[in-house]
């Protein structure tokens, strides 16, 4: 899985290990969340071309490079999703925002339920960002996926706090060309689909309904 980049830094071990605890507060967890997203984004942002640009320092004129945030589009699977926006629109703050709202259907072997699709225009044109915590058994991340390609996007990523091996495996089989980008690869799912040792149910855990 080549298009696999997993994040192993020091300082991501000791945030997920909070964001782990089952003690950690719906505050903690969001901000945690939000800031383990920025680094995500940073590291999927090493291939970005620049464009040339002059400014003024306060000494002189010179040549620099800068990005031309309107190229780019953050897309957060709801409801989960939206605990990474802060962080990645921090990094790129006129990035265009989509959403797609998805649910997984427990009575229905755990397959996602499509019930929202709203893109910003010309998405044909950028490169799309795809947010969400945890790729599980990778069924919301293809459907996504599918969605944005059937609107015409050609370069896509996926940043995700922690996956597990049998998403990870879905995704880049039915997408090879879409890189993702995670903070942790966790052991396997469970019975539920749950990932091992995950830190449960992010959207309930960002969103403090439960």
Do not use: Q
Not at 20 to 30: A, I, P
Request: include cysteine; aromatic fraction near 6%.
């Amino acid at each position: 899985m080549e298009n696999v980049i997993e994040l192993n830094h020091p300082l991501i071990t000791h945030k997920l290990g909070i964001l782990r605890s089952k003690k950690t507060g719906t505050k903690e967890f969001r901000e945690l969340a939000n800031e383990i997203g920025s680094f995500l984004c940073y590291k999927a942002m090493e291939d970005i071309e620049l464009e040339d640009t002059e400014v003024e320092t306060p000494i002189c004129r010179m040549k620099t490079k800068k990005l031309n945030e309107d190229k780019y589009a953050f897309v957060p699977i709801l409801r989960a999703g939206m605990g990474m926006l802060d962080g990645v629109i921090s990094v790129i703050p006129n990035a265009k925002v989509g959403h797609i709202g998805m649910y997984r259907d427990d009575t229905n072997d755990h397959k996602p339920v499509n019930y929202f699709f709203k893109v910003p225009k010309n998405i044909e044109n950028k490169e799309v960002i795809i947010l969400d915590p945890m790729l599980a058994t990778g069924g919301s991340a293809v459907d996504a996926i599918d969605l944005l390609k059937g609107k015409g996007v050609k370069k896509i990523k996926f940043l995700c706090i922690i996956a597990a091996p049998e998403g990870l495996k879905k995704v880049t089989s039915k997408h090879p060309d879409v890189k993702i980008y995670c903070a942790h690869i966790d052991e396997k799912l469970n019975e539920d689909a749950y990932i091992v040792p995950g830190l449960g149910d992010a959207g309930d855990r960002i969103f403090g309904t439960k």
